[in-house]
């Protein structure tokens, strides 16, 4: 952990939520259900099949995962 004011151990996270916020700004729905729904969608369906991922070697997680196997 860094010191107060250090934002480096946040980096990874503020990544994370500028991508999700950036791909899935679209579907934006009314009530919490659907937006759960949607926000499940964009991780399992999207980033984590189709997105690549440059901490990855540019590959989609699922795919990092199944060269490894």
Same mark, same amino acid.
């Given at each position: 952990m860094s010191r107060q004011g250090n934002c480096y151990d946040n980096a990874a996270m503020e990544s994370f939520w500028s991508s999700f916020?950036? /791909?899935s700004i679209d579907s934006i729905d009314p009530t919490r259900e /659907?937006? *759960?729904a949607a926000a499940? /969608? @964009?991780?399992e *369906?999207? @980033?984590n099949r189709v997105r690549l991922? @440059?901490?990855l070697g540019?590959? @989609?997680p699922v795919d990092f995962e199944n060269q490894l196997n």
């Amino acid at each position: 952990m860094s010191r107060q004011g250090n934002c480096y151990d946040n980096a990874a996270m503020e990544s994370f939520w500028s991508s999700f916020k950036r /791909d899935s700004i679209d579907s934006i729905d009314p009530t919490r259900e /659907d937006g *759960t729904a949607a926000a499940f /969608d @964009s991780i399992e *369906t999207f @980033s984590n099949r189709v997105r690549l991922h @440059s901490a990855l070697g540019y590959q @989609s997680p699922v795919d990092f995962e199944n060269q490894l196997n």
